[in-house]
C-alpha cells in the first residue's frame, strides 16, 4: 500500500485557490463603487427560488427603488429605479387572529415609507408579551412598529403567523438592509 504525504506548500496552494473561490462567491452583492444603485444584480441560483418565480420580473417604478410584499403568494421583492427585479424571497405577513394580543394582527395594506433601520441585534419592545425581546434582525420599520425583519427559518411557513410584521429569511433581511434599503425607501403592502 503506497502512502501519500501532501507537502504542506500544496495544502497551502489549495486552501488559497478555495478561500478565493468562496470569497468570490460570497461578494457577489457587495457594493460596487460602478454601481449607482449600490448593489449588484442577483444570481441565476436566486431566479430559480420558487418564491422569485412568483413575482413580476418588472414593475412599474416610477423611478425609485420599490420593496413588495405580497401576502397571497408569501414573497416578497427588491425591484431598482428601472422596476426590475432584484432579488427576492419568502415572506410571512401578519396573521388573522393573534392569540396573545386577542385581535386581529394582520399588516397593514398599503404603500409606506421606511422611516426607521436597526442591525442585527434589533428587538422587538412587545413580543414576546409582557416585555418583549424577540429578536428582529436587519429590522426595516415602515408603519406604526411594523417591520420588514429577518427571521430564522424554522419561523417561516407558507402560512401568515407573523404579529403584524413581515418575517424573512435573515440572509435576505442581511442584504435588504445593507444593499438595497434606506430612510425613504417605499414598501408597498399587497392585499392579502
Given at each position: 500500500?503506497?502512502?501519500?504525504?501532501?507537502k504542506p506548500?500544496l495544502m497551502?496552494?489549495?486552501?488559497?485557490l478555495?478561500?478565493?473561490?468562496?470569497?468570490?462567491c460570497?461578494?457577489t452583492?457587495?457594493?460596487s463603487?460602478?454601481?449607482d444603485?449600490?448593489?449588484?444584480?442577483?444570481s441565476d441560483?436566486?431566479?430559480?427560488d420558487?418564491?422569485?418565480?412568483?413575482l413580476?420580473?418588472?414593475?412599474?417604478?416610477?423611478?425609485?427603488?420599490i420593496i413588495?410584499?405580497?401576502?397571497?403568494?408569501f414573497?416578497?421583492?427588491?425591484?431598482?429605479?428601472?422596476?426590475?427585479l432584484?432579488?427576492?424571497?419568502?415572506?410571512t405577513a401578519?396573521?388573522d387572529y393573534c392569540?396573545?394580543d386577542?385581535?386581529?394582527?394582520?399588516?397593514?395594506?398599503g404603500?409606506?415609507?421606511?422611516?426607521?433601520?436597526?442591525g442585527e441585534?434589533c428587538?422587538?419592545?412587545?413580543y414576546?408579551?409582557?416585555?418583549?425581546?424577540?429578536?428582529?434582525?436587519?429590522?426595516?420599520?415602515?408603519?406604526?412598529?411594523?417591520?420588514?425583519?429577518?427571521?430564522p427559518?424554522s419561523?417561516l411557513?407558507e402560512a401568515?403567523?407573523s404579529h403584524?410584521?413581515?418575517?424573512?429569511?435573515?440572509?435576505?433581511a442581511?442584504?435588504?438592509?445593507n444593499?438595497?434599503?434606506s430612510?425613504?425607501?417605499k414598501?408597498v403592502?399587497m392585499?392579502?
Amino acid at each position: 500500500m503506497q502512502t501519500y504525504h501532501y507537502k504542506p506548500r500544496l495544502m497551502y496552494i489549495l486552501f488559497c485557490l478555495c478561500s478565493l473561490l468562496f470569497t468570490s462567491c460570497a461578494t457577489t452583492y457587495q457594493r460596487s463603487a460602478a454601481d449607482d444603485e449600490g448593489f449588484v444584480p442577483y444570481s441565476d441560483a436566486f431566479k430559480e427560488d420558487k418564491y422569485i418565480a412568483r413575482l413580476p420580473t418588472s414593475i412599474d417604478s416610477g423611478g425609485e427603488k420599490i420593496i413588495i410584499v405580497d401576502p397571497k403568494i408569501f414573497a416578497w421583492g427588491a425591484y431598482d429605479k428601472n422596476g426590475q427585479l432584484v432579488r427576492g424571497g419568502m415572506a410571512t405577513a401578519g396573521a388573522d387572529y393573534c392569540p396573545d394580543d386577542q385581535a386581529a394582527c394582520r399588516t397593514t395594506i398599503g404603500t409606506f415609507r421606511i422611516y426607521s433601520m436597526g442591525g442585527e441585534e434589533c428587538a422587538s419592545r412587545i413580543y414576546p408579551r409582557p416585555n418583549g425581546g424577540a429578536l428582529m434582525p436587519y429590522c426595516m420599520f415602515f408603519h406604526n412598529g411594523e417591520s420588514l425583519h429577518g427571521s430564522p427559518d424554522s419561523f417561516l411557513a407558507e402560512a401568515n403567523i407573523s404579529h403584524g410584521c413581515i418575517h424573512i429569511r435573515i440572509p435576505d433581511a442581511e442584504w435588504l438592509r445593507n444593499q438595497f434599503a434606506s430612510i425613504g425607501t417605499k414598501v408597498v403592502i399587497m392585499p392579502y
